[in-house]
């Protein structure tokens, strides 16, 4: 039981995603800008405004060195670059929700797994849900993280159709891998997705990787190689019918607080605690404190950074 819970403090900061979580290639290495004496008061912005309707309202990247501000549930992107909405393998999903931006780190990664997505059979490629805002920080809906362009999230749905049209996008929905509230995968999952999430995993860019627990339970039962990328994939609520892929902070990102690395050994153990948890849940601690709302973020509670973030143009 200790272990299950201290398994939840270690993702603090990571909510549901939506989407039914480089010495690199294409990747921007430029050391970021200095952090700006600007306050938002300076950039005639109310400091104690709702961060995610002020950052949900932008429709573009700022006019900046690209630059992660912050950490993955509370900042924000400079210079933010949009995937293009269709690649030779992949579309990006929701358009509507003009999540597809991102460092250019995480682009040149989203570009290259779907590359190898490719090599699966029956798969053409990936479908990509939600990346961050055009200038990251909070969302409207649907997540805390997602913030610094660091995070994507990556249909378990094979792409088969690479011409889906944009009103497609916007009704298709990616398929659940899960039965018995995520202890086990169901029969959609197949070796296709245990590959992807496997060279997800391989790649030097990434910090962590979240998928519901029966899977990573299923992925440590079948993998008879090199066990030593499980210990990046990690049991989290939800996550049945996307993984969440985090990125680390680029090389040289002062702005940028990563997050700790996962704890040593494969974490196969700790995911069948998931699990056994799921099929036998604990009782509730009666002592327990009720929990607390979550408090909106003002712009004031963000990295000063992000006020030059939103006065660029």
């Known amino acids: 039981m200790v272990r299950f819970f201290a398994t939840l403090t270690l993702s603090v900061g990571l909510a549901a995603c939506s989407g039914g979580d480089t010495k690199r290639t294409g990747a921007v290495s430029a050391v970021p800008p200095a952090p700006s004496p600007m306050t938002f008061a300076a950039a005639n912005l109310d400091p104690n405004a709702i961060a995610k309707q002020v950052f949900g309202a932008q429709k573009r990247g700022s006019a900046q060195t690209p630059a992660a501000y912050g950490s993955y549930a509370k900042g924000c992107v400079a210079g933010g670059v949009q995937l293009p909405e269709t690649g030779a393998t992949w579309q990006a999903m929701r358009l509507g929700r003009n999540r597809n931006w991102a460092l250019p780190e995480t682009v040149g990664f989203v570009q290259r797994l779907s590359r190898f997505a490719a090599t699966l059979p029956g798969w053409n490629g990936i479908y990509v849900g939600d990346m961050s805002q055009p200038r990251g920080g909070p969302m409207l809906t649907g997540h805390a993280s997602h913030q610094i362009g660091l995070d994507v999230d990556i249909w378990m749905r094979p792409a088969t159709d690479l011409t889906l049209s944009t009103a497609a996008r916007e009704n298709i929905s990616s398929i659940s891998m899960r039965r018995a509230g995520g202890a086990y995968v169901n029969g959609s999952w197949t070796r296709a997705q245990h590959e992807l999430l496997k060279a997800a995993a391989k790649d030097p860019a990434v910090a962590r990787i979240f998928v519901f627990p029966g899977a990573k339970v299923q992925m440590c039962n079948d993998e008879k190689g090199d066990r030593a990328w499980l210990r990046k994939i990690r049991p989290w ?58 408090r909106d973020y003002v712009l004031a509670d963000l990295p000063k950074q992000c006020a030059q973030v939103l006065s660029s143009r």
């Open 237 to 294: 609520w939800g996550h049945h019918a996307h993984f969440h892929v985090r990125l680390k902070c680029p090389d040289g990102a002062a702005g940028c607080i990563n997050q700790a690395p996962p704890p040593p050994g494969d974490g196969c153990a700790d995911a069948e605690e998931w699990v056994a948890n799921i099929l036998n849940p604990p009782p509730p601690d009666p002592n327990a404190p009720p929990p607390k709302p979550r």
